[in-house]
């Protein structure tokens, strides 16, 4: 956006290695003789007409435990690489500990096609779905190779384990975002609401709801008609983890609008529209 800013060092950090390229030793990163690769700024820092865009932001409020803040940044072009990178300072351990990590936080990316990746989860140098959270570091990284799904990314940063006060953390996303949008941050009076369900708009015979799930949740999903009647009960109070497939419903049901609710740990949390159309 051009605002000038006193960086954090969590965000000299973070832009650093949302610079970095591997090295191709024979090892994919990340790794012992390498870490994030070899430092290349023009990846991070660019000019205004470049395709590769850095977009940041420098959280000073932080996270407690349980806390979440979540964001979301626009790719409009697919050719770039795609890193998203979650740096926090964190306190310094007792003498000995193991492991000597004090705070946690969690980074984890929903793609627009729904694929949910965590930090550090990573296979042949890159991001990949499912895997378990990182409970050792203080950099997470989500990297995606080119070419990436354009659409909205849905950026999660959750205190895993605050034992005292808040941490602050700092992003830093690096790719082909649209320049004038960069990370979308939470309104002043609240998080933005959060989407949990992604639903195939309109269909004809059947289709498919998605979860997007952080965790795994005890989940409840039912459907109700325009009237509020309850049709049926797709999930019942099951134990469902985030990369599970998608629920089908509808083949039964009329031509019509209905709605999807969901509920995790008996609270609900979304509701979003189903339509099914005639042929």
């Given amino acids: 956006t051009g605002t000038p800013l006193e960086p954090s060092a969590a965000l000299v950090k973070a832009v650093l290695i949302a610079s970095t390229v591997d090295m191709e030793n024979g090892n994919p990163v990340p790794n012992r003789s390498e870490g994030w690769g070899r430092v290349v700024l023009d990846n991070s820092l660019y000019f205004a007409g470049e395709t590769r865009v850095l977009a940041v932001s420098d959280n000073e409020q932080g996270l407690s435990t349980g806390d979440s803040v979540i964001n979301t940044v626009t790719i409009v072009n697919s050719s770039e690489p795609l890193k998203f990178v979650l740096t926090w300072s964190d306190t310094a351990a007792m003498a000995l500990a193991d492991p000597a990590l004090v705070n946690d936080l969690d980074l984890t990316v929903i793609s627009p096609d729904a694929s949910l990746y965590r930090g550090n989860a990573f296979s042949d140098g890159f991001s990949t779905t499912g895997g378990s959270p990182d409970r050792l570091n203080n950099v997470e990284v989500v990297w995606l190779p080119a070419p990436v799904s354009t659409g909205t990314y849905r950026i999660s940063v959750r205190g895993h384990h605050v034992p005292s006060g808040r941490v602050p953390f700092a992003l830093a996303i690096s790719g082909g975002i649209i320049e004038t ?14 989407k949990y369900l992604k639903i195939g708009n309109p269909f004809t015979e059947e289709t498919e709801i998605q979860l997007l799930l952080q965790d795994t949740s005890n989940v409840k999903l039912t459907i109700y008609d325009a009237l509020g009647r309850e049709i049926k009960t797709l999930l ?16 039964e049901a009329k031509p019509g609008i209905y709605f999807a609710i969901l509920e995790i740990d008996g609270e609900k949390v979304d509701k979003e529209k189903i339509i099914k159309i005639t042929r």
């Fill in 181 to 194: 949008n960069g990370i979308t941050e939470p309104p002043e009076n609240g998080e933005p609401k959060i």
């Fill in 236 to 251: 019942n109070n099951q134990t469902i983890k985030p990369d599970s497939d998608p629920v089908k419903w509808g083949k």
